[in-house]
């Protein structure tokens, strides 16, 4: 649909999504897959938030954050998929112009939050494994807070610098979207102008966002790989390796499809390459993170079988 916009041409009103089949059996296979994605999201993300409130023994700065992570990738997951599920079996597959810059600015704030937490959480490891004495001291509260608190203000901040150069474009048709939400790069293709301007936009935000936050994580587990190599113990090593091997595969399955998505020039950018890579890092990411942690963290194991009552044997 379209309608006279405040410029001289015609302005979109709302958007259609081309998602990724238009076979009805192939939908109907994704939409289940999906569901499961979902739902297995949802409550794993969801555990693992619980056990860290009701467990007191979880109740230090690395869990504050991974709780943390977990209600982001909760929250990342449910911007996107429940449309996706709802567009799967429905032959109307669009959202409003309103609806989908709403979309855009929560998912890019949820995402560029994520980030920094990421990088919080390796400096949290820095600290815990190259100054053990100090930890308490230097990993407070108040700093944890304002880790908190200033990672998600960045995430504000940035997605609106984003989704405002993005609303700035005229955007007159056509307007189908060959994605299954409403993603900047995707959305930009539409622009009835020249988009050069985002681009070095996005390049420089995704500098900052991206580049900036994965050297300070570089950094930190360079500085704790030192450390560990310093311990003579084989086991000491392994202890303290396993602590941040969850937080390392995390990141990597996040950032990296991340950093080829936003830091590429549009031109040479694939819509069915996009669409596997926005799959990675919105919905395999949270979908897996919770597996991750579980698996390699002895805590979350043990809390785990605490709250269901089961010795760790399994008896």
């Known amino acids: ?60 700065p690395m869990y504050f954050f991974l709780s943390i992570l977990s209600v982001l990738d909760l929250s990342y997951a449910t911007t996107t998929v429940p449309q996706i599920l709802v567009h799967l079996i429905s032959k109307r597959k669009t959202i409003s112009y ?56 960045c995430g504000l901040t940035c997605a609106l610098v984003y989704t405002v150069f993005a609303l700035n474009l005229p955007y007159c048709g056509p307007n189908e979207i060959n994605h299954f939400f409403c993603e900047i790069p995707a959305v930009l293709k539409l622009a009835c102008a020249y988009t050069s301007l985002n681009d070095q936009v996005d390049f420089i935000l995704g ?4 580049l900036i936050p994965l050297s300070l994580i570089l950094t930190s587990y360079v500085c704790i790989f030192m450390a560990i190599l310093k311990i003579r113990s084989t086991q000491g090593r392994i202890k ?16 990296i499809p991340c950093m080829v998505m936003y830091m590429r020039p549009g031109s040479e950018a694939s819509p069915e390459d996009d ?41």
């Open 98 to 153: 309103i609806g989908c810059v709403v979309q855009m600015y929560i998912f890019l704030t949820l995402g560029i939050t994520e980030t920094w937490i990421f990088a919080a959480m390796a400096y949290d490891r820095y600290v815990a494994i190259c100054y053990p004495l100090h930890y308490g001291v230097k990993m407070g509260q108040t700093l944890c807070v304002v880790l908190a608190v200033s990672s998600a203000l």
């Open 1 to 60: 649909m379209r309608s006279r916009g405040w410029r001289n041409d015609t302005s979109v009103t709302e958007f259609i999504f081309l998602g990724f089949s238009r076979n009805p059996r192939t939908n109907w296979i994704l939409f289940f897959l999906f569901l499961f994605l979902y739902l297995f999201t949802v409550l794993g993300n969801g555990l693992i938030v619980t056990l860290i409130r009701v467990d007191a023994r979880l109740h230090t």
């Open 207 to 210: 500098f900052i966002l991206l």
């Open 275 to 315: 669409k596997k890579l926005a799959l990675f890092y919105n919905v395999i990411s949270a979908f897996l993170n919770p597996i991750i942690y579980s698996l390699w963290n002895k805590d979350v194991k043990r809390a785990s079988f605490k709250l269901t009552g089961m010795s760790e044997d399994g008896q």
């Open 240 to 255: 303290a390796f396993s602590t941040c091997a969850s937080h390392i595969t995390v990141v990597t399955m996040f950032c």
